[in-house]
């Protein structure tokens, strides 16, 4: 059974998602935090508006029936200073001097029913509708809400008895009309939500003028990025500020010089493979397809051939081993001790070539170095020597502990030779890749190399953090060495070797 997918795949573009700016998502959720606060701002002042509302309506109605209560309680009349004689005497004289607030009513209720009145304008209408006060008066509840057409109002009661009349309680209420004050708070909810929409979107367009500084260096990281490809690597991100975005910027030049670095170093293999094994290819064909059927010219063209395979796999040798100069991973200190390794160099070096190799000094102490970087750089030096000089010349080799100009504890291994040394014009490029010099080899009775020696070993002192020496004038030999940290690796810049071509003998 064959099955198709129906969603997007088939679209062309369908598997890629939809991407949303980061701007708009920063804006989106400001926006989105600002409503949340606002709202529940909003709503706890509403509810505190409400809260304070009802309690000061609930303390003015208090506050009127314990002023009742009080006169009522004397029983003497203030106007005629006798004892109250019946329950409309208490009721009238209270009313009549009571001067409510703008939103109460106070009303009386007399035991048969009758209702005793303010002589003024009601705010509510309550005393002018005895259906809603006898309504009141015949809840048994001390207080609650009367809710009609014309509102709400909040009321509160206490029955009235006049003594030694014999008379039934009457009733005093006090009731207070609360839709203004409702209004008010509404009004001002209304006020506070509009600046709260005004105050969203100055949120909003301030975290839009934000944000777009904020993203800027990211922008300007997108673009380098999306500008970037193998054969242009120069660009590079202005960084401003301490802030986390300047951190990523300054990251992404540090990935771009390592990139640099990688692609040079590719580059620079290459271009060194494919011009030093032409040369090789080309006499191996040239001799190949002019070689004839006598077996003395055959065994000729087998032994060049075979000569040139070996200088071709030693060059291959050489490249990888500069390319793999560039890995942190290529150099391995370890403690040794300066005097042993100087030995072992020397007795190693002694089958180059017939030569008098003498030890000009030996350093006393432990260093922490890779021995085997070293005697492979050292290895290399004598080499050169040994190319530059005769049967039974001598080459000095030597080892020294010293400190350099900023105190730094360093190790210096160093051969010397009495060849015909280094013209001036040679010593600024004599360790840079494929490099022989102005003197040919042949001289010496020795073939010319690859050039790539002199760039092995100042590759291997710059990975132990150090550099290569050289001392020569013309006609009278030439020292070459190498002076390396003796502690800890010192951090390295890749960068600061740059992409200049590695040297060579």
Excluded: C
């Excluded at 004892?83 to 939103?103: F, K, M, N, T, W």
């Excluded at 008098?356 to 085997?372: H, I, K, N, Y």
């Amino acid at each position: 059974m064959v099955t198709t997918d129906s969603g997007d795949a088939g679209r062309p573009g369908g598997g890629a998602r939809r991407r949303i700016p980061a701007r708009l998502l920063i804006i989106g959720w400001v926006m989105l935090l600002m409503f949340g606060v606002l709202l529940v701002i909003n709503v706890a002042t509403r509810e505190e508006l409400y809260r304070e509302v009802d309690e000061d309506i609930d303390q003015a109605l208090v506050q009127e029936i314990e002023e009742f209560v009080g006169v009522a309680s004397v029983g003497v009349n203030r106007s005629t200073d006798r004892p109250y004689g019946s329950v409309a005497e208490i009721l009238d004289s209270h009313l009549q001097r009571q001067y409510p607030d703008d939103d109460e009513v106070v009303v009386g209720v007399l035991p048969d029913g009758g209702i005793v009145r303010q002589d003024r304008s009601e705010p509510y209408p309550f005393a002018s509708r005895p259906e809603r006060v006898l309504q009141v008066a015949a809840e048994p509840a001390a207080r609650g809400s009367l809710h009609t057409d014309d509102g709400e109002l909040r009321w509160r009661k206490v029955s009235v008895t006049a003594p030694n009349s014999g008379e039934a309680a009457g009733t005093f209420i006090v009731g207070f009309a609360i839709d203004r004050d409702r209004d008010e708070v509404v009004a001002t909810m209304r006020t506070l939500t509009l600046v709260s929409f005004v105050g969203l979107l100055l949120a909003g367009a301030g975290a839009y003028l934000v944000s777009g500084r904020i993203l800027a260096p990211i922008r300007l990281v997108r673009n380098a990025a999306a500008e970037i490809n193998e054969n242009d690597l120069t660009r590079r991100i202005e960084v401003q500020g301490r802030d986390d975005v300047s951190a990523l910027a300054e990251q992404f030049n540090a990935m771009l010089d390592r990139l640099s670095l990688a692609f040079a170093t590719q580059r620079d293999f290459l271009d060194d493979a494919s011009h030093e094994l032409r040369t090789p290819i080309t006499i191996i064909r040239g001799h190949l397809e002019l070689m004839g059927d006598d077996p003395d010219e055959r065994a000729d063209v087998m032994r060049l051939v075979t000569e040139e395979l070996d200088r071709m796999s030693r060059l291959v040798e050489d490249l990888l081993l500069l390319a793999k100069s560039e890995r942190p991973d290529f150099v391995r200190r370890q403690e040794v001790s300066v005097a042993e390794l100087t030995v072992d160099i020397h007795s190693k070096v002694r089958a180059l070539g017939d030569r008098r190799w003498l030890l000009d000094a030996v350093g006393e102490g432990s260093v922490q170095v890779d021995p085997q970087r070293v005697t492979q750089a050292m290895v290399a030096l004598a080499h050169n020597a040994v190319g530059h000089t005769g049967p039974g010349a001598e080459i000095r080799l030597g080892s020294a502990l010293h400190s350099d100009a900023r105190g730094r504890p360093m190790v210096s291994f160093w051969v010397a030779d009495t060849g015909p040394g280094v013209s001036p014009a040679d010593q600024e490029a004599i360790f840079e890749r494929f490099h022989r010099g102005s003197r040919p080899r042949e001289a010496t009775g020795y073939r010319a190399g690859a050039g790539l020696g002199l760039a092995i070993v100042r590759a291997i002192a710059e990975a132990h953090g150090g550099e290569v020496k050289l001392h020569s004038v013309s006609g009278e030999g030439a020292t070459f060495g190498i002076e390396i940290p003796a502690s800890a690796p010192v951090e390295r810049n890749p960068m600061e070797r740059g992409t200049t071509e590695r040297n060579a003998t």
